[in-house]
């Protein structure tokens, strides 16, 4: 009698069919168009069974946002890699956003499918992926304020953590603005973010000792 696979291995192979079922789907997006292709056509390139796809897959966005957050693992190893650790903060901040840019530009027919998922899926969403993955660049937006904070660029009496939070929301509304409202430029969108966040978040000595906000 076959012994059935044990829980690790198991987890491995799920983990290897979904992102083989996503990669597949981003190709038929890519030759015949997101909308023209179906779930049918997904997995039949795919060679899984119809019921295998959406025991795993509900919808068409559930597939598009894995392949999306396959892509923010790659990117965020690769983006932390690029930042020169010797540039100042807005620099870095600078060089991060006009990367996504550049990725959001090559991607843009996807993104408004993609944000109305995770909208619409907002409590599983909370916390990051089923395997610890990145969901945005609120990581990265982290990991650079940390350091700015130690080396006195920004304000220490709130956390690193919550000025991350806060400028991830204006990274995302000026990613919104660019997605809905014809003939903006996304990099000149994200110069506002950086000159409103640095602007508020810079380190500047008071007469009158902060309230730590947590």
């Known amino acids: 009698m076959t012994e059935p696979d044990p829980p ?5 192979r799920r983990t290897q069919t979904l992102d083989h079922v996503a990669s597949t ?21 795919s060679d899984v069974a119809k019921g295998t796809l959406y025991n795993h897959f509900p919808t068409k966005e559930a597939i598009l946002a894995h392949w999306v957050h396959l892509e923010l693992v790659v ?17 870095q ?3 991060l956003l006009d990367a996504s840019a550049e990725w959001s530009a090559r991607y843009r027919a996807y993104l408004l499918d993609y944000f109305r998922f995770r909208f619409l899926n907002i409590e599983s969403e909370l916390g990051g992926g089923d395997r610890g993955t990145p969901r945005d660049l609120s990581g990265l937006f982290e990991a650079l304020i940390a350091a ?34 014809p003939g ?5 969108e994200f110069a506002v973010v950086v000159d409103l966040f640095v602007g508020g978040a810079r380190s500047a000595p008071r007469t009158v000792a902060r309230r730590r906000i947590p």
């Open 8 to 12: 690790g291995r198991r987890e491995r």
């Open 184 to 188: 903006l430029v996304l990099r000149d």
């Open 93 to 95: 901040l600078t060089s």
């Open 148 to 181: 700015a904070q130690q080396a006195g660029t920004l304000r220490t009496d709130v956390s690193a953590a919550h000025l991350a939070s806060l400028l991830h929301h204006l990274y995302f509304g000026a990613l919104m603005r660019w997605l809905t409202l």
């Open 75 to 91: 990117d965020a190893q690769r983006l932390h890699a690029s930042i020169d650790p010797k540039a100042g903060f807005t620099a």
């Open 25 to 45: 789907a981003m190709r038929l997006f890519e030759a015949q168009g997101y909308d023209a292709t179906t779930m049918e056509q997904i997995a039949q390139q």
